[in-house]
């Protein structure tokens, strides 16, 4: 017996043939592990010592899913639905012994199994949905199965797995083993099988329960607002139809349909790109492969305000102390006081227990010194917006911090190396830009300053991870990535409105996009006076007139829209006069605007913009913009970021559009030169990296 192929082996102990799947690091299932596991299949068929086989892996996780790196390349080695046959028709019953997470062609391995047994802290599910896709190799028509119509839809819809227990309840799962026991377990398990001679159990024989055309109908319109957009989850539903209405065979053929559909589709790819592309950004170059980094058991928050409340979430939530800091008494008690309000209200949903509340919350020091920033070995800065202030804080911190500390700041768009200079320590000091609501938005920048040491960096980004963020390194410019490259959307909508489109008519398309929300919706959601003065105020934008007469958003009830008491909004006829008025005092002529210009002026910008801060050096790669994007701004990932965007709608047409619009609109279109270059090439901006 011994090695198939690098990949699998077949041992046998007593009447069991075990097979072990050993390919790092998820197991996904290459050419090289389906060849191996058919060959090992055949093997202990044909050896008449075995009498039932095992099917488990080696490493940290059972089979993770089909090879999502081969997709779209030429076929190589067996076919997943061949091996799928010979589990399935293997005369001797086969047993999965499922460890870590049994994913996507994973769990359709297993269910071609007879029968399954895991661990406790196991995880299945089909998360193809996530990459655009459906579970392509019977997933959809044997899960329903087992677990009924209505789960299944649930599963392959969200992608999100089901622990072992949940499983072992709906039937997913014969029997648990104990942690750590998997292997001895499951050979007892099957040499229970061969002693009791139970049958060789098939999915594909059970019936479907639940699937009523009602359930269908119900699903769909519960759930319209959340797939709004996507293609996956519908081609999803169709499937779980046909598995409920079809002969298998027929169900079957279905799912290959709509998958084939589903590949070949631009979401698709979009998102297999984006989940290389997040994993990509984890990845700072020139930095050497295991760079020691800094422990971080302390942090320190100066500012209770909007950000500084959410940031510390993110590290009570992960078991790390916090020490917050404010000047003011009644902002400290504020911001506690929302800290425990928001854990509250996740303890109301559920999703926390009231020990973890008090847990989280015993974690939490509030001060009024910054003395009491000492011991922290991380202090992230979350005050007013202003240099003065920030250089001030800086340079205290500098006096009190512990030398190592990082002294981080979550400055919007100010310059990070001025805010380093304030200190003797410009090495030990980075940006660590947080998104609005911080506990919630997964973005994270990370701002490389001029002088920031490459462990601050690397800790930096271990820190992310720890507290569940994705982060995307940002060189120093204003606004870095992701607020730079928003600027230039906003004043294109800004400009919009004046010459001929209404900020619903925006909101509109933006919305039809794919974002969340429009620019507008987004102001008053913000509120209009964030950075306005009344003192300043000249009525020299629209925005400052709105504030003027007291519209400052969506919080007192009337912005761009006005709002009810159940905050639903309606256009303003108050605000349509405002503009028109406007644009006549600036004599501008308005005219009809084409949804159509509306994209090309809101978006070609952001690539383009996107290009110019990729030609800087300000973002590593293209793709970790789009992660920026995806992350931060809502940019729908079915259409992969702006990068990938530019790349779909072809980026000489992106160029000749850019063109076109300088000549109307001046140089707030002049093309980047990397734009430029790569549309001559041919090259792409979701590909390009820095050298
Ligand atoms: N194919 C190829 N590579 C994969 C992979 C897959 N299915 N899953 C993970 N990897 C790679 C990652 O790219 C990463 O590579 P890197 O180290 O070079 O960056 C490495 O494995 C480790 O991945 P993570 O960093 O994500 O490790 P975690 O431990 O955090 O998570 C995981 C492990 C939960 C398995 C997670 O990787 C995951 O969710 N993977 C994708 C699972 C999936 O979507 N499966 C379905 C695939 S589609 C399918 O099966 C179609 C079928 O129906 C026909
Ligand atoms: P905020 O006004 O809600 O809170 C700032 C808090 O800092 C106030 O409570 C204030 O009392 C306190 N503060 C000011 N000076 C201080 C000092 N010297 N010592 C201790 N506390 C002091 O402001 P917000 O919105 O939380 O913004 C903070 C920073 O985060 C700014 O730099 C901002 O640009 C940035 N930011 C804001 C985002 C947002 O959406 N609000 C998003 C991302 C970054």
Request: glycine share 10%; hydrophobic share 45%; proline share 5%.
């Amino acid at each position: 017996m011994g090695n198939i192929n690098a990949a699998a082996d077949l041992s046998v102990e007593g009447n069991i043939g075990i097979i072990t799947l050993d390919s790092p690091p998820v197991n996904a299932l290459g050419a090289d592990v389906r060849d191996g596991l058919a060959g090992a299949v055949d093997k202990a068929v044909a050896d008449p010592a075995v009498e039932a086989i095992v099917l488990i892996c080696a490493g940290r996780t059972f089979i993770a899913g089909a090879d999502i790196s081969e997709f779209g390349k030429p076929p190589r080695g067996i076919g997943l639905h061949e091996v799928q046959a010979k589990i399935e028709n293997a005369p001797k019953p086969v047993v999965a012994a499922i460890h870590g997470t049994a994913l996507g062609g994973g769990l359709e391995v297993a269910l071609t199994a007879h029968y399954r047994v895991a661990v406790p802290s196991a995880k299945l599910g089909l998360p193809e949905v996530k990459l655009g896709l459906l579970p392509g190799a019977g997933g959809t028509q044997r899960l329903p199965r087992i677990v009924g119509a209505a789960k299944a839809l649930d599963m392959v819809t969200s992608g999100t797995p089901i622990g072992a227990k949940a499983a072992l309840e709906t039937g997913l799962v014969d029997e648990l083993a104990p942690e750590g026991e998997l292997r001895s377990a499951a050979v007892a398990f099957a040499q229970k099988i061969v002693a009791e001679k139970r049958p060789l159990k098939k999915v594909r024989d059970l019936e479907v329960k639940g699937g009523s055309p009602e359930l269908f109908a119900e699903f769909r319109k519960a759930n319209a607002r959340k797939f709004r957009g996507f293609e996956a989850p519908e081609a999803n539903i169709k499937c779980i139809e046909a598995a409920s209405g079809l002969p298998f065979d027929e169900g079957m053929k279905r799912e290959r349909e709509l998958f084939m559909g589903l590949m070949t589709g631009v979401q698709s790819a979009a998102q297999r790109y984006v989940f290389f592309a997040e994993r990509q950004a984890a990845k700072i170059p020139n930095l050497p492969e295991g760079t020691a980094t800094r422990p971080i058991n302390k942090v320190g928050v100066i500012g209770a305000g909007t950000m500084g409340g959410g940031i510390s979430m993110n590290f009570l939530s992960a078991g790390i102390p916090v020490t917050i800091v404010e000047m003011k008494q009644d902002a400290l008690d504020r911001g506690t006081g929302i800290i425990r309000k928001n854990y509250e209200n996740t303890a109301a949903k559920g999703k926390l227990t009231a020990e973890g509340v008090e847990r989280n919350m015993g974690l939490l020091t509030a001060s009024m010194s910054l003395d009491d920033l000492a011991d922290c070995d991380l202090v992230i800065e979350a005050v007013f917006e202003q240099m003065d202030i920030k250089k001030e804080v800086f340079g205290k911190l500098d006096r009190i911090a512990k030398p190592g500390a990082i002294l981080a700041s979550n400055t919007s768009y100010l310059n990070v190396d001025e805010i380093a200079a304030a200190t003797s320590r410009p090495q030990d000091v980075v940006g660590l830009h947080f998104f609005s609501p911080a506990n919630v938005m997964r973005l994270l920048e990370v701002v490389r300053g001029a002088r920031t040491a490459p462990d601050v960096l690397a800790t930096a980004m271990e820190v992310a991870k720890k507290i569940g963020k994705v982060a995307v390194v940002a060189g120093v410019c204003f606004g870095f990535i992701g607020n730079r490259m928003l600027s230039s959307r906003q004043r294109e909508a800004n400009k919009l409105i004046l010459e001929g489109a209404m900020p619903w008519d925006v909101d509109r398309v933006l919305y039809d996009f794919g974002f969340p929300m429009g620019p507008f919706q987004m102001a008053d959601l913000a509120g209009l006076d964030i950075g306005w003065s009344k003192e300043k105020s000249r009525g020299e934008t629209l925005r400052d007139r709105l504030c003027e007469i007291d519209r400052r958003g969506q919080k007192n009830g009337a912005g761009f829209y006005d709002y009810d008491e159940k905050r639903n909004r309606t256009p303003s006829p108050l605000v349509e006069k405002m503009i028109l008025d406007f644009a006549a005092e600036k004599g501008i002529a308005r005219r009809a605007i084409s949804d159509e210009e509306i994209v090309e002026r809101c978006i070609y910008p952001m690539i383009n913009e996107g290009a110019k801060v990729l030609d800087e050096g300000m973002a590593y790669r293209g793709s970790d913009i789009d992660i920026v994007w995806i992350n931060g701004y809502g940019w729908p990932v079915y259409r992969g970021g702006p990068m990938f965007y530019g790349d779909t709608v072809g980026l000489q047409t992106v160029l000749d559009r850019l063109n076109h619009y300088r000549a109307t609109q001046g140089d707030d279109f002049a093309p980047s030169p990397l734009l430029e270059k790569l549309a001559a090439e041919g090259g792409k901006l979701s590909q390009y990296a820095a050298k």
